[in-house]
T-cell receptor
């Protein structure tokens, strides 16, 4: 069974530029999560989807971050414009039916110069 | 504010020893607990889950949960250099699938 797929794996951009990350969850997993992980910290939830509905986006900085999961499968997270403090690893995870066990993708390491 | 606390380490143990990793949580509504292993530059990998008080064993790993003390631990028996990684503890409130992670404990196993 294929795991969670994310792309790109690495991204370097200049501040004020836009950037987008893509995630394809494990087949059949209807719950999808985007997490942010800073160096030396645990992952922090940005947004959680149940199918195509965003059910928890309380920690998403909506002034610059947006996300979508139009068909309830893959998802895109966008930052526009990026700031220096956005440099981090962006992790996507999925679970079956909001079940307790979440499985992470390889992450996208973003560097904002 | 839900918090999960872990000692950042590093915890250094010799090969073959037992490594003991600890975690406390603040939210008494938390019902499910998880240990993730994260190698440097890699994403978290789920290694253990525990939902009820007591011990749960899986190979060289034993997770322990004490809800009264709000305490979770992970024991790694016969530690190997390949176990060197950061171990993240996570808690989940009942009926609410978001995980709250600790900052992780770095484990170093020396040959």
């Amino acid at each position: 069974e294929a795991g969670v797929v994310q792309s790109p794996r690495y991204k370097i951009i200049e501040k004020k530029q836009p950037v987008a990350f893509w995630c394809n969850p494990i087949s059949g997993h209807n719950t999808l999560y985007w997490y942010l992980q800073n160096l030396g910290q645990g992952p922090e939830l940005l947004i959680r989807y149940e199918n195509e509905e965003a059910v928890d986006d309380s920690q998403l900085p909506k002034d610059r971050f947006s996300a979508e999961r139009l068909k309830g499968v893959d998802s895109t997270l966008k930052i526009q414009p990026a700031e220096l403090g956005d440099s981090a690893v962006y992790l996507c995870a999925s679970s079956l039916g909001g079940g307790p066990e979440q499985f992470f993708g390889p992450g996208t390491r973003l560097t904002v110069l | 504010q839900k918090e999960v606390e872990q000692n950042s380490g590093p915890l250094s143990v010799p090969e073959g020893a037992i490594a003991s990793l600890n975690c406390t949580y603040s939210d008494r509504g938390s019902q499910s607990f998880f240990w993730y292993r994260q190698y440097s530059g890699k994403s978290p990998e789920l290694i253990m889950s525990i939902y009820s008080n007591g011990d749960k064993e899986d190979g060289r790993f034993t997770a322990q949960l004490n809800k009264a003390s709000q305490y979770v631990s992970l024991l790694i028996r016969d530690s190997q250099p390949s176990d060197s990684a950061t171990y993240l503890c996570a808690a989940q409130e009942s009926g609410y699938s978001t995980l709250t992670f600790g900052k992780g404990t770095m484990l170093l196993v020396s040959p």
